[in-house]
């Protein structure tokens, strides 16, 4: 967070027009970040990590939500900072930073067989109010036109089969990968390495994501990457819905 505020970013929030953006790996509470002078008509609200300088989500939105919560009622998992809730008149948004399988896919288990299935209970509890957006960097690429090079990757944290079968079963909860609603087609992605010139030869990975319930799919309007922003390894993506 402290870095991209150097990089341009209130130039990117007056330039996209959102109405809600959600920020992930923000590494830093608010305290740390509070001499700067924020664009007005904004509304922040911040989940620090215990751990200092790790993990974190900041969700801006211009309209202030009926509720806002942090975690997911699991204590083990909300000492990360990874969940932020908010509950709007017609649904709820969910910004989540998913655990990394780490080096040697160190947490590959904790975050397959504990995180993901106590995740999806979140939405789920949600969901029996309002349908659910959740967004965020899910550390995943799902399918192999998720990522520029699937065979040198397949056991590699991000594209293991086990991680793109938890995400799978998030969808098949009843949720849509709204970017593959509009397009089929390979060669986008969300992440990039800083090595190698990745960026500019397009050697990525699509992981950040928007998911929808699949009730919202006829207010869903658009679903986009925008690979021209700069200030970090990875880019925005968002949805127009109505």
């Not at 924020?38 to 211009?62: E, I, M």
Request: overall charge neutral.
């Amino acid at each position: 967070m402290r870095s991209i505020l150097s990089k341009g970013f209130f130039h990117f929030l007056e330039e996209a027009q959102a109405d809600v953006v959600c920020l992930q790996e923000t590494k830093a509470r608010s305290d740390q970040v509070a001499e700067i002078l924020w664009p007005p008509g904004w509304h922040l609200f911040w989940n620090a990590a215990q751990r200092p300088g790790y993990s974190g989500t900041l969700l801006l939105t211009r309209t202030i939500p009926l509720l806002v919560t942090t975690g997911i009622d699991v204590e083990e998992h909300d000492r990360e900072g990874r969940v932020i809730s908010a509950e709007f008149p017609d649904f709820y948004l969910v910004n989540v930073y998913t655990p990394n399988s780490g080096r040697e896919l160190a947490r590959l288990n904790y975050r397959t067989s504990e995180w993901t299935p106590a995740f999806l209970n979140h939405l789920l509890r949600l969901g029996k109010k309002k349908p659910v957006i959740f967004c965020g960097d899910l550390n995943v690429a799902h399918r192999e036109i998720d990522l520029a090079r699937p065979r040198q990757n397949t056991r590699n944290a991000g594209f293991t089969f086990e991680e793109r079968e938890a995400f799978s079963k998030i969808l098949d909860a009843g949720f849509l990968d709204t970017f593959r609603e509009f397009h089929s087609e390979g060669g986008s992605y969300t992440w990039w390495s800083y090595q190698n010139a990745a960026r500019q030869r397009n050697i990525g990975w699509r992981i950040d994501y928007f998911c929808i319930a699949a009730a919202l799919r006829p207010s869903l309007r658009s679903a986009f990457i925008w690979p021209h922003i700069p200030g970090s390894d990875h880019c925005p993506v968002g949805i127009e819905i109505d």
